[in-house]
Each structure stands twice: as C-alpha cells, then as structure tokens.
C-alpha cells in the first residue's frame, strides 16, 4: 500500500495546525474525504442537481442513476444478494433506531429478552433501552471478559430460548475488540433469534459479507469511511424488511394514497421517505470506489500494523494504561497516570495532533473500566508511523508538562 500517494488524496491532511504539520487520529470518531468524494459531490451539485426518481427531466434521470448506481455499489461492497436490502438512512443511529421501532416493538412482548453486550455506543444500547420498555421485553448482557472481549460460552449462557434479538457491535469504539459475528449470529439462530450489528466501526476497517456472517441486520455510516456526512446505511435480510412497518411517512415511500388509507412502495423505498439523501449517497458510492481501488485487505493489514506499532511504542511511556485486547483493530485508548484525559488531548491539539477524549457514547463501559473518560487515537488509511512517533513524543511532552505544574 503506497501510503504517501494515499495521503495525497486526502487535501485536508496537507495544512499546519497550532504551527505543527497536522496528524489526525480521530478517525473513529469521523474520516477524512478524498478528493474523489468531494469531487463527485460537487460534480452532483454543479452539473445534475436534481430530485430522484420523480421527474423525467434529464437532470432528474442522471441523479436517479447516480443514486441507484451507489445503492448497487453498497450491495456490492457488503454482498448483499440484493439493493433491496440497501436501506439508505442518516447513519448507524438512524439504521439501528429503524430496527428498533419497526421491528422490535412489533415482534416483541412482555417475557421476551434483549441481549446486547456493555461494550455497546449509547445508539445500540438507547434504542433497545425504549424498545424493552415499550414492549415489556427483558433487557440482558453478556458479560465481558477482563480484556474486553466476548466469550462464546458467555454468549451461549446469555441468550436463550426467550431470547428474540441480540445487538453487537461488529468492533468496539472504544476497546477495538473485534467480535465474532459469524458464531454469535449462529448462536442468536439457533434459539430463534435475530441479530442486528452496529457496523459503524466495522464497515470502514474490515470486509463486511453480510451474507456468510448471516446477520439479520447490518448498520453503518458514511462519514467513518470517506464518505459524507448524513447518509448511512441499514442492510436487511428481505424477508425481515417486507415484514416491517415504514418509519416515516410522507412523499417518495408511497404506493397510492387515497384518503383514508395508503400503500407503501417496494422493497427498498417504503423506507426512504421524502426527499432522500442524494448528495451523500453518491458520495458514498464514490468512497466505496475509493476503498475498493486500494483494497480492503491492504486497508486491513495496514491498520493492523499501525495498530501494533501504536501499542508497542506507547507502551514505552510511564505511567500509561491501555485499554482493551492485544488483537484489536486500528485505535488505542489510554489515560496517562494523574492527567485528565480532556488535558492530553488539549496539549496534543497544540502540538497539531487530533484525538478524541471524553466517554465516547459509551458511558456504561467507561463504568466497567472504572474510568470517567479516557482518550483515543484511532486510525486509518492514511496514517504512518511517522504519525504514531508524533502522537508519542506528543504524550511524553503532556506528562513532563503536567509533571512540572504539579
């Protein structure tokens, strides 16, 4: 993988922050844009602005295209068997609230259980908080073990027959753990459950086959992997979908509409309602074209080794803790002894390099680690080494700081 050729591609990474060359390592919390996304943005609203799927017009029928064209290049890009499964939403909240409220509150009642794991963000925990309430449905978790990974017996101990849908992240935001979707979901069928996967963190990183990890649901975001902001995705298995009810109505999702009643539109617009996200869905599919040219193995390996690089050169730092498993995907998150995280991340900003700092939506695990936020540098594509030995003399610059004002 020719990094230095990648990071051309990316103009923001090009600038001085705080008079230091900029190193960006919030990549889970949002990625970078290419100049194939921006430009194809803005080739959508210069050159064919148009509503989809309503007007014959020529403008109308090119951004049409270009907007179906992305949903077949997300089916593609997560081998999906159809673009009827291809939900385009807001993001992974979005998907995964559709889930909750069209799905779960109509299949769900009281004695049934809910399982989800402590290492959840707060968008795969809330929507299942309201859907138990709502439904009488019992809420469980599947304890963690002291690393912060899942251990199969735990899961099978956890769900059982009463058990109707399990919720999991594909890779933790927070802890990097990368969890066994495949056997959990073998596990959630064989006691007649479903399984709906928080793919935010996973989508970007690693490659997603919905179809051989026969999970029933698969939620991402466009802006953690290149694309923009506000467009996401929910993959659904059909049958499930054709089953569910529409989230909202209005424009672009109907059948007929007669006065006291109305029909929905197929598989996939009955979910689309209004005016969709067409700029950011196209964004999206030229961002999958971006990955796809590199290669998501390469981004994999790349990140992996980034990743060990990162853990063994913070590890020389003393006085620090690192959270999470040893094998992990491409983020670290640590304190360092006696500095609030929120004061790390400040003296990294001076020295022109972005962290993230704070809980990170996921305040239950922030209880389980005994911490009350903690910092996070992730990565991704674009990332060197070069950028790790900054972050680190940037932690050791923190600690002699904060060491001579206390």
């Given amino acids: 993988m020719d990094v230095k050729a990648i990071r051309e591609q990316f103009p923001i990474l090009n600038q001085d922050v705080n008079g230091h060359p900029f190193v960006y390592l919030d990549s889970s919390a949002t990625s970078q844009k290419p100049i194939s ?140 753990t990368v969890n066994p979707i495949k056997d959990i979901a073998n596990i959630a069928h064989e006691h007649g459950a479903v ?48 089953q569910m009810e529409p989230v909202e109505f209005g424009g672009e999702m109907i059948d007929f509409v007669n006065l006291y009643d109305s029909t929905w539109k197929e598989l996939p617009w009955k979910f689309e309602g209004g005016t969709p996200i067409i700029a950011g869905a196209i964004g999206l599919g030229a961002a999958i074209d971006f990955l796809n040219e590199i290669g998501m193995d390469q981004i994999t390996a790349h990140e992996q080794q980034l990743a060990k690089y990162a853990m063994k050169q913070m590890r020389t730092i003393d006085g620090i803790s690192i959270f999470g498993p040893e094998e992990r995907a491409a983020l670290v998150t640590f304190n360092l002894d006696d500095v609030h995280p929120h004061d790390t991340a400040t003296v990294l900003d001076a020295e022109g390099i972005a962290v993230r700092a704070g809980h990170h939506c996921a305040q239950p695990l922030m209880r389980w680690l005994d911490v009350t936020a903690t910092a996070r540098a992730s990565f991704y594509l674009y990332n060197t080494e070069e950028d790790i030995d900054r972050l680190v003399d940037g932690l050791q610059k923190t600690k002699e700081y904060f060491g001579n004002v206390f």
């Fill in 37 to 176: 996304v921006i430009e194809a943005v803005d080739n959508y609203y210069r050159g064919y602005n148009s509503n989809v799927h309503r007007g014959v017009h020529t403008l109308g029928t090119k951004a049409t295209e270009a907007y179906e064209g992305a949903r077949d290049k997300v089916r593609r890009f997560i081998d999906a068997e159809s673009t009827a499964e291809i939900i385009f939403t807001r993001g992974t909240t979005t998907s995964i609230n559709t889930v909750a409220y069209s799905y779960a509150r109509a299949n769900l009642q009281a004695g049934d259980e809910i399982v989800i794991t402590p290492m959840e963000h707060h968008s795969n925990i809330i929507p299942w908080q309201q859907a138990a309430k709502a439904t009488g449905a019992t809420l469980k978790y599947i304890p963690l073990q002291e690393d912060g990974t899942l251990s199969l017996e735990d899961v099978r101990q956890t769900v059982t027959d009463r058990t109707k849908l399990v919720a999991v992240t594909h890779v933790s935001n927070v802890l990097g």
């Fill in 195 to 242: 399984i709906v996967v928080d793919g935010a963190q996973g989508a970007p990183h690693i490659k997603v086959d919905v179809t051989d990890l026969d999970c029933d649901f698969y939620a991402f975001s466009g802006h953690k992997m290149g694309a923009p902001t506000g467009i996401g995705v929910l993959y659904g298995k059909k049958k499930l979908l054709e």
